[in-house]
C-alpha cells in the first residue's frame, strides 16, 4: 500500500494523537525585503460577498502552509514562533468566503460552511488574491473542488493560478524541504493502468529571475532538522508507538526511517524549475498514496492531493497555472509498513512542514515578482 502524507489531517491511520516534540523550534525571522531591492506586498481591504480582481490567484490548504502565507505575503514585517503559526484567529486580514455554495450532505458536513478565506495583497503593479481553501478532493470531493475552482475563476478573472504547500516527496533526489516548480498535474487511478492516467498541462513556464538575485538565497529559512532533533523524534515516536525503529540503517532492507538520509536537508534548499526544460507532473491521489526508497513513483515531482483537479479545470477555463510544491515529508522507506510510513511521514510534516512551507511561499513570491517585472 502507499500513502501520501501533504497535510496533517490526511494521516494514512489515526496516529492515536501522537504530538510530536515542538521545544526549541525556531522563530522565523521577518522577511528584509530590502536586501535584494524589493518591497513586502500591501494589504488591500476587502468589500462585498463577492471575490476581488485579481492578475494572479495562490491558492493553499493545510494549517502550516496558511502560516507560512501570512508570513511571506501578509506580516513579513514581524517575526513569527512555532506557536504563533497555529493562531490563525489572530490574522484578521482574512476573509471568510462562502458565496453560491451548493448543498452538502456527506461526510463531516458540518465543517464544510464556507469555500475558504482569502486576502487580497499588491505587489507593485500586480493584485494577489490569497485563498486558504477549506474545499479538497477527498472531502467534499472532485466535484466541489472543481466547482470552487471555477468560481475563484469567475469572480477574480485571473490571467495566472498557483496552488502551492506541502507534498510527500517521490523522487530518490529530494531532500526534506526541496521545492518543485511544475506547470502539469496527473490524476491517480487506483483501477486504471498508469498510461490512462490523465494529465493536464498548462504552458506556464516559470521566470527564475528573481530566485536568481543575489541575496535571495539568504531570504530562506533554515529547515531545524538537526540530527539530534531526527533522534528525538525518532525517539518520541517509537516511545508512543512502542517500537524500535532506528532513524537511520545501513541495510536497505533492514527497516529504518530514513535509509537514504532525505530527512536531513540541504544546504542551500534545492528550488527545482522541473519546467524546463524536463516538464515533470506532480501525482495527485485522492488516497494516501506515497513515494517510497525502492523508486515507486519517482517519475513524479511530488505526490500531493488537490492540484490535477485545478489543473483541469484552468485548463479548461483558459487559465495559465503552476504548483509549487515543497518536500515536507520525504519519499518513505519502502520495507517499512505502510502504517509506519504515513505516520513516520506526518510527524516529520507536523515538526518541520511551517518552515518547508516558508520557503514554498518565498519561492512563489519571487516567480510573481519577475512575472511582474517583465510585465512592467
Given at each position: 500500500?502507499?500513502?501520501?502524507?501533504?497535510?496533517?489531517?490526511?494521516?494514512?491511520?489515526?496516529?492515536?494523537?501522537?504530538?510530536?516534540?515542538?521545544?526549541?523550534?525556531?522563530?522565523?525571522?521577518?522577511?528584509?525585503?530590502?536586501?535584494?531591492?524589493?518591497?513586502?506586498?500591501?494589504?488591500?481591504?476587502?468589500?462585498?460577498?463577492?471575490?476581488?480582481?485579481?492578475?494572479?490567484?495562490?491558492?493553499?490548504?493545510?494549517?502550516?502552509?496558511?502560516?507560512?502565507?501570512?508570513?511571506?505575503?501578509?506580516?513579513?514585517?514581524?517575526?513569527?514562533?512555532?506557536?504563533?503559526?497555529?493562531?490563525?484567529?489572530?490574522?484578521?486580514?482574512?476573509?471568510?468566503?462562502?458565496?453560491?455554495?451548493?448543498?452538502?450532505?456527506?461526510?463531516?458536513?458540518?465543517?464544510?460552511?464556507?469555500?475558504?478565506?482569502?486576502c487580497l495583497v499588491q505587489m507593485g503593479s500586480t493584485r494577489v488574491l490569497l485563498f486558504k481553501s477549506n474545499t479538497h478532493l477527498d472531502w467534499p470531493g472532485a466535484a466541489y473542488l472543481g466547482a470552487m475552482i471555477e468560481q475563484i475563476v469567475k469572480e477574480s478573472s485571473p490571467s495566472m493560478l498557483f496552488s502551492i504547500g506541502t507534498a510527500?516527496?517521490?523522487?530518490?533526489?529530494?531532500?526534506?524541504?526541496?521545492?518543485?516548480?511544475?506547470?502539469?498535474?496527473?490524476?491517480?487511478?487506483?483501477?486504471?493502468?498508469?498510461?490512462?492516467?490523465?494529465?493536464?498541462?498548462?504552458?506556464?513556464?516559470?521566470?527564475?529571475?528573481?530566485?536568481?538575485?543575489?541575496?535571495?538565497?539568504?531570504?530562506?529559512?533554515?529547515?531545524?532538522?538537526?540530527?539530534?532533533?531526527?533522534?528525538?523524534?525518532?525517539?518520541?515516536?517509537?516511545?508512543?508507538?512502542?517500537?524500535?525503529?532506528?532513524?537511520?540503517?545501513?541495510?536497505?532492507?533492514?527497516?529504518?526511517?530514513?535509509?537514504?538520509?532525505?530527512?536531513?536537508?540541504?544546504?542551500p534548499v534545492a528550488l527545482n524549475d522541473l519546467v524546463t526544460p524536463t516538464n515533470v507532473p506532480l501525482l495527485t491521489t485522492a488516497t494516501f498514496v506515497v513515494g517510497t526508497t525502492d523508486g515507486q513513483y519517482a517519475d513524479y515531482a511530488v505526490i500531493e492531493m488537490d492540484d490535477a483537479v485545478i489543473g483541469k479545470v484552468c485548463q479548461e477555463k483558459g487559465v495559465a497555472f503552476g504548483f509549487v510544491r515543497n518536500v515536507s515529508d520525504p519519499a518513505q522507506n519502502a520495507v517499512l509498513p505502510s502504517e509506519v510510513q504515513g505516520n513516520w511521514g506526518s510527524a516529520v510534516y507536523e515538526t518541520f512542514g511551517l518552515y518547508t512551507s516558508v520557503n514554498g511561499a518565498l519561492t512563489t513570491w519571487a516567480l510573481i515578482d519577475a512575472m511582474a517585472s517583465s510585465d512592467a
Open positions: 500500500m502507499a500513502r501520501s502524507a501533504p497535510h496533517p489531517s490526511k494521516k494514512a491511520s489515526d496516529s492515536g494523537s501522537f504530538y510530536p516534540p515542538e521545544d526549541g523550534l525556531p522563530t522565523l525571522p521577518a522577511i528584509d525585503w530590502g536586501s535584494i531591492g524589493a518591497t513586502a506586498p500591501t494589504v488591500l481591504p476587502a468589500s462585498g460577498d463577492a471575490l476581488p480582481e485579481a492578475d494572479v490567484v495562490v491558492i493553499t490548504w493545510a494549517e502550516a502552509e496558511w502560516a507560512a502565507l501570512q508570513h511571506v505575503f501578509v506580516s513579513s514585517g514581524e517575526a513569527m514562533t512555532h506557536d504563533q503559526s497555529k493562531a490563525d484567529h489572530e490574522w484578521t486580514q482574512w476573509t471568510r468566503y462562502d458565496k453560491d455554495m451548493p448543498p452538502y450532505s456527506g461526510h463531516d458536513a458540518e465543517s464544510w460552511t464556507y469555500w475558504g478565506l482569502y510527500g516527496g517521490s523522487r530518490l533526489t529530494d531532500h526534506l524541504g526541496a521545492v518543485n516548480v511544475v506547470n502539469a498535474g496527473t490524476l491517480y487511478s487506483a483501477s486504471d493502468p498508469t498510461s490512462d492516467w490523465p494529465t493536464y498541462a498548462s504552458d506556464y513556464t516559470p521566470d527564475w529571475t528573481t530566485i536568481s538575485k543575489s541575496g535571495f538565497d539568504a531570504l530562506l529559512v533554515d529547515i531545524p532538522a538537526t540530527e539530534d532533533r531526527l533522534q528525538a523524534l525518532a525517539a518520541a515516536f517509537n516511545a508512543h508507538y512502542g517500537t524500535d525503529t532506528p532513524l537511520h540503517g545501513t541495510d536497505p532492507d533492514t527497516p529504518s526511517f530514513d535509509p537514504l538520509g532525505l530527512c536531513t536537508p540541504t544546504s
